[in-house]
Structures are given as structure tokens and as C-alpha cells.
């Protein structure tokens, strides 16, 4: 969980800097800054789709009567 805040902290900074650079560079609001770091903080603490932060498997327990032969 520690790398998940550290990381969304580090995306809030990057889509701060680039939303500012887009805002400079197309001559648009400066408001776009904030809301691109952050969606950008959101999707990456997020991640809907489970591709960067995945749960860990857990191993399916098997009982020991299933292992034995009946015959």
C-alpha cells in the first residue's frame, strides 16, 4: 500500500508539470494543471483494470481426505 500513495504522489507531480506545459504550449487555462495530476493520480492509485497493482494469488487448499485412494 505504501508504493501505491508513493506512486499516485509522484503522478499527482508529473500530470501537474504536463498539464501546465499543455495549458503553456496551446494557450489554455491554467486550471488544466490540477485536473490532469489529478485523473492522473486517480488512475494510477486506482487502476481499474488491475494491470499495475495486482493482487497477490493465494493457493487454493486442497483437504487431505481428497488426496487418499478409497479402493
Given at each position: 500500500m505504501k508504493k501505491?500513495?508513493?506512486a499516485a504522489i509522484l503522478w499527482f507531480y508529473a500530470g501537474w508539470f504536463v498539464g501546465a506545459f499543455v495549458?503553456?504550449?496551446l494557450a489554455l487555462s491554467p486550471a488544466l494543471a490540477p485536473i490532469m495530476a489529478v485523473?492522473?493520480?486517480?488512475?494510477?492509485?486506482?487502476?481499474?483494470a488491475r494491470i499495475i497493482w495486482s493482487r497477490p494469488?493465494?493457493?487454493?487448499q486442497v483437504p487431505t481426505g481428497a488426496l487418499q485412494n478409497p479402493a
Amino acid at each position: 500500500m505504501k508504493k501505491r500513495i508513493a506512486a499516485a504522489i509522484l503522478w499527482f507531480y508529473a500530470g501537474w508539470f504536463v498539464g501546465a506545459f499543455v495549458a503553456f504550449a496551446l494557450a489554455l487555462s491554467p486550471a488544466l494543471a490540477p485536473i490532469m495530476a489529478v485523473a492522473a493520480a486517480g488512475f494510477m492509485a486506482g487502476d481499474p483494470a488491475r494491470i499495475i497493482w495486482s493482487r497477490p494469488r493465494v493457493a487454493r487448499q486442497v483437504p487431505t481426505g481428497a488426496l487418499q485412494n478409497p479402493a
